[in-house]
């Protein structure tokens, strides 16, 4: 239940990321409504698994992917920023959230996070490669990425 709950705060986090795109009258109308969302998913999650019993965690494993993705984040910003591409930061670091994932199936062997790595990887690498302008690549990674991590939390 945990880790549901902390994918639907990181869900909440991209979806703030992709409002933040929006003109002022819309940003915050989805802000608050994916707020709401988020807030029964949370109370939906807590119910269900009220109970449940805990996955035994391998944390070699969990500790790897959690550093391995802050590194990989790091660099990836200074190595955009370098060559003037800042404009693909968000898409990149949801390919790079979404490969942490692989990591965290092998923590918990839990396949629901192959699906959640998929889902976030593929519609970030889509917002890579689309031709669009940097306020629909924030808006596109952001909220793509909200929606694939309220899915699985609530699946």
Do not use: C
Not at 52 to 70: D, F, N, Q, T
């Amino acid at each position: 239940m945990k880790g549901r709950l902390i994918g639907l705060g990181f869900g909440l986090l991209w979806l703030i990321v992709g409002a933040s795109a929006l003109a002022a009258p819309s940003r915050w109308i989805v802000v608050a409504f994916g707020a709401a969302l988020y807030a029964g998913g949370a109370a939906i999650v807590v119910r269900r698994h009220r109970g449940v019993p805990r996955i035994r965690m391998r944390w070699g494993y969990y500790i790897a992917a959690v550093a391995a993705e802050i590194i990989a984040i790091a660099a990836a910003q200074a190595w955009l920023q370098q060559r003037g591409l800042g404009d693909l930061l968000f898409p990149v670091v949801g390919v790079i959230v979404g490969l942490h994932f692989i990591g965290l199936w092998a923590a918990m062997a839990h396949r629901r996070f192959l699906w959640l790595s998929g889902g976030l990887v593929a519609s970030n690498f889509a917002t890579l490669i689309l031709p669009l302008a940097t306020p629909q690549r924030i808006m596109m990674s952001g909220l793509g990425s909200s929606l694939i991590l309220l899915g699985s939390a609530l699946a």
